[in-house]
Nanobody, 123 residues
Framework: QVQLVESGGGLVQTGGSLRLSCAAS????????LAWFRQAPGKEREFVGA????????HYADSVKGRFTISRDNAKNTVYLQMSGLKPEDTAVYYC????????????????WGQGTQVTVSS
């Protein structure tokens, strides 16, 4: 059974930065794709970005391009989301997810999900 645990969320001012981490256990995910999604209050969960298993290909939602960066450390079974230039509209619970296929990374389904970490951006 795969477990994903996100951390690093918190309260930050507009324009600030945060780095989220997602640590996996239960399986070696070094050959699996890893993704971040987010869900704001009253809204559907939306894709943020994804990285392939090698870490040399990434894909981002237009809303975060140029501000967010995904990376992974397969030795640590961990994926990161570096967020900068944060805006109030980035406020959401951020989830990491994983599956084998990297094709069409913004599309569901994903096999495993974390419990999420709250990011709040104040204006």
């Amino acid at each position: 059974q795969v477990q994903l645990v996100e951390s690093g969320g918190g309260l930050v001012q507009t324009g600030g930065s945060l780095r989220l981490s997602c640590a996996a256990s239960g399986r070696d995910l070094s050959t699996w794709a890893l993704a971040w999604f987010r869900q704001a209050p009253g809204k559907e969960r939306e894709f943020v970005g994804a990285v392939n298993w090698r870490g040399d290909s990434t894909h981002y939602a237009d809303s975060v391009k140029g501000r967010f960066t995904i990376s992974r450390d397969n030795a640590k079974n961990t994926v990161y989301l570096q967020m900068s230039g944060l805006k109030p509209e980035d406020t959401a619970v951020y989830y990491c997810a994983t599956r084998r296929a990297y094709t069409n990374p913004s599309r569901l389904p994903y096999d495993y999900w974390g419990q999420g970490t709250q990011v709040t951006v104040s204006s």
